[in-house]
């Protein structure tokens, strides 16, 4: 029987593994930290849940194939629970939009906010369901291993100007600011900016419009520990608390995993999870390869990283839905001051989460969760002392909220605590603290992005938001089934 391993037990991770252990394949699945998730990590302080991110699950009929493939039902181990609206947009004017998929409810928010920009809309909708088509259906779930593969796509990728950006696709469309800021802000939640990420990207409002917006009860690493109990029902080996340290190869072959506590293994296939910078720069660091790549990925762009504030309330708020965007007085000012400039901007734009309103369990009785995010320039770019900026920053952020939508939050805080981009860093391997790896820009994108199966050493692969198709639950899931496509055909 051949063997398989997987480092890292993030989504890509946990899919690949499944996938491979369906397959028939022993799969061992080793992860650093204590629990499964990779950054869909959890707390549990102070009776109160806080899931470190992503909040947002959609295309969940990729997420039931795992569970079908053996013929097992996910319902067994995550109860999905729909989200509605999927987001409330508020803008500093008092504006007010909340966009979902209920088709009479979004149009009439367009009729109140956008009024002139209805038909507009709806040509967006169709361009939206053109580039979902094209961009995710036929190329999210395939290996871009060599140029000739980009080449193949070039001529859909140029029907759709995939050069052009996200913002500015939607604005040839609508008009109304409020309704552009709304209709492109979606590549933040992928680490990309509205102003610059590939107009490709247009197809989440498509995948969302079609599969909704959803949340695990109990919380998103929920998902993960279903999708952990799936693999080991399936006979699969997950061994947790064991960082790797190297991959040892022989030639163009990698051979055994070593981790920290002197664990060492041989497998007939080897790929890697976690961040693309790490997997290269130090687990593969024996060998040229690792050191070439780690070179070669020192010139592209990393995402941005992010500030995140985690706080439990007294009371609960119906009034907040479980998607908050609080957007500042400046949007494309502000993306250039992330993306571009790397600096720490006065203002700022707030994701807000508040899971309770959907799943009371995520908090003690009469009490509520939430966590507001803030993007902020990596470490590369913005290279400042967090230990010290953190608690403004913090504070801050609080304040936001609280003359926004809480008028007494200070009063009201049981429980708080802040991660920054050492702590992705630190906690993840991730290079500069980014927190969606690469940045989703055209020319880091499909063969021009990591390679689901290494170039040189010809039985290690990639999985995860590094290598194609990208970052976010559906990205990374996508990347899983290409790369265990690739893994299954060289273990014959």
Not at 438 to 451: C, D, K
Request: charged share 25%; aromatic share 10%; glycine share 10%.
């Amino acid at each position: 029987m051949k063997k398989a391993c997987v480092i890292g037990a993030g989504f890509g991770g946990l899919s690949l593994a499944i996938r491979l252990q369906t397959s028939g394949i022993e799969t061992t699945l080793v992860e650093a930290r204590d629990k499964v998730g990779g950054r869909a990590y959890v707390w549990e302080r102070d009776g109160f849940t806080f899931d470190a991110g992503p909040t947002v699950i959609t295309d969940p009929d990729a997420l039931r194939e795992l569970w079908t493939l053996s013929s097992q039902d996910m319902a067994d181990d995550v109860d999905l629970m729909p989200v509605m609206p999927f987001y409330r947009l508020n803008w500093t004017d008092g504006v007010t939009f909340d966009y979902s998929n209920d088709e009479v409810a979004l149009r009439r928010e367009i009729a109140r906010v956008a009024p002139r920009d209805a038909a507009g809309y709806d040509e967006f909708v169709r361009y939206a369901a053109g580039v979902y088509q094209e961009g995710y259906v036929k190329l999210g779930h395939e290996a871009f291993l060599d140029f000739s593969s980009m080449v193949k796509a070039a001529p859909a990728l140029a029907r759709y100007q995939a050069w052009r950006s996200v913002y500015s696709m939607v604005s040839h469309y609508v008009k109304d600011e409020h309704l552009r800021q709304a209709l492109s802000f979606h590549t933040l939640l992928v680490g990309g900016n509205p102003m610059t990420t590939s107009a490709i990207y247009a197809l989440i409002h498509k995948l969302e419009k079609d599969g909704g917006v959803w949340w695990a009860r109990g919380g998103t690493n929920k998902l993960a520990q279903g999708m952990a109990r799936l693999f080991e029902r399936l006979g699969g080996t997950l061994r947790l608390g064991e960082k790797v340290v190297q991959i040892h190869t022989l030639g163009d072959q990698v051979t055994e995993v070593e981790t920290e506590s002197g664990w060492k293994q041989r497998f007939d296939a080897i790929a890697s999870n976690g961040d693309i910078m790490h997997t290269y720069r130090e687990l593969l660091s024996g060998n040229q390869r690792g050191q070439d790549m780690a070179h070669k990925l020192k010139k592209k762009r990393f995402s941005p990283s992010l500030f995140v504030v985690h706080f439990g309330l007294e009371g609960t708020w119906p009034g907040i839905p479980h998607h908050t965007i609080l957007f500042g007085p400046r949007y494309k000012g502000l993306l250039d001051d992330i993306f571009e400039h790397g600096v720490l901007p006065r203002d700022f734009s707030i994701y807000l989460h508040h899971p309770t309103v959907t799943d009371p369990s995520m908090a003690p009785a009469g009490k509520s969760t939430f966590y507001a995010l803030v993007p902020v320039a990596n470490m590369g770019k913005l290279p400042i002392d967090w230990a010290e900026v953190g608690p403004i920053l913090e504070k801050r952020i609080l304040a936001e909220v609280g003359r926004r939508l809480i008028p007494d939050i200070d009063d009201r805080i049981v429980t708080s605590f802040r991660y920054a981009p050492p702590d992705f860093e630190s906690d993840l391997g991730a290079y500069n603290g980014n927190g969606f790896s690469l940045e989703p820009l055209l020319t880091q994108s499909a063969y021009f992005r990591g390679h689901n199966r290494d170039d040189k050493l010809k039985n290690f692969y990639l999985v995860g938001a590094g290598c194609h198709p990208g970052a976010g639950i559906p990205g990374v899931v996508g990347s899983a089934k290409a790369t265990a496509k690739l893994m299954l055909e060289g273990l014959k």
